[in-house]
């Protein structure tokens, strides 16, 4: 695919002023929790978007049908596929616009579902999950993004299972953010900094799968449980100034 595809120009009035893409360069890695992570902190500074061009999580993840019960869920990939108008999805939630795939949706977006998913109108800071999208399309938007972002398991397999995407990542961006996700004491700094070479890396301590669990259970974010969101509250601050 030409990497160049994914380039339009929009009226300024429905551009959004920021597009920040998550990807990864294999599964497991953290991608949806950096979403949401950047997000939860994001909102504070205008209003935020999280659209899923990947694979479908935040839909059961947060018990959207409970949570749209009474007012409805717009379902924005439904559209696409339909080809309708997509301008004016509303479906706001705890201070994000949640553009999202329906739980079971886990049929691959063509190229024309993908472009048009890309180009959401109306946000200050639209957020791209790309958790299980091919390594090609994860490219293209991460070329695309005014802030693209790489999230690295520091687990030795994964970081072999990441090998050449990052490596053609890095060759391409200019200036991403790369986020080391489940930094812990057995991680060896020197092979890491091996692998990511000269590039700078932010740091995000490994959160116990068990918050990850009771936040799923309970259909809520991860920084909605108090003791994650006491720990990490200062690393999210940090990280937000690399958005501002």
Not at 30 to 48: E, Q, W
Not at 98 to 105: E, F, I, S, V
Not at 131 to 151: H, K, M, W
């Amino acid at each position: 695919m030409d990497l160049k595809f994914f380039r339009k120009e929009e009226p300024q009035s429905l551009k959004p002023s920021r597009r920040i893409v998550i990807a990864s360069g294999c599964r497991g890695c953290g991608v949806s929790f950096i979403t949401a992570f950047l997000a939860d902190g994001l909102k504070r500074l205008g209003t935020v978007s999280i659209s899923e061009p990947g694979r479908p999580y935040f839909y059961n993840a947060l018990s959207m049908e409970k949570k749209f019960l009474y007012r409805g869920f717009d379902p924005f990939y439904e559209k696409i596929r339909r080809a309708e108008k997509i301008n004016g999805v509303n479906n706001t939630e705890d201070g994000i616009n949640w553009y999202l795939r329906k739980g079971d949706d886990f049929e691959p977006l063509s190229a024309a579902e993908l472009f048009r998913s890309y180009h959401i109108p109306g946000e200050d800071h639209c957020l791209y999950d790309c958790s299980g999208l091919d390594e090609e399309n994860s490219l293209a938007l991460l070329l695309e993004a005014d802030r693209p972002v790489i999230v690295v398991d520091p687990g030795p397999v994964k970081l072999f299972e990441s090998r050449n995407f990052i490596e053609k990542a890095l060759l391409k961006l200019t200036d991403p953010v790369i986020i080391v996700n489940r930094m812990n004491d057995g991680v060896y700094i020197r092979e890491l900094n091996r692998f990511l070479g000269s590039r700078n890396y932010f740091s995000m301590v490994s959160v116990p799968a068990e918050y990850t669990y009771k936040a799923e259970y309970a259909g809520i974010g991860i920084m909605e449980i108090k003791k994650v969101s006491e720990e990490l509250s200062e690393t999210q601050d940090i990280l937000l100034g690399l958005f501002k």
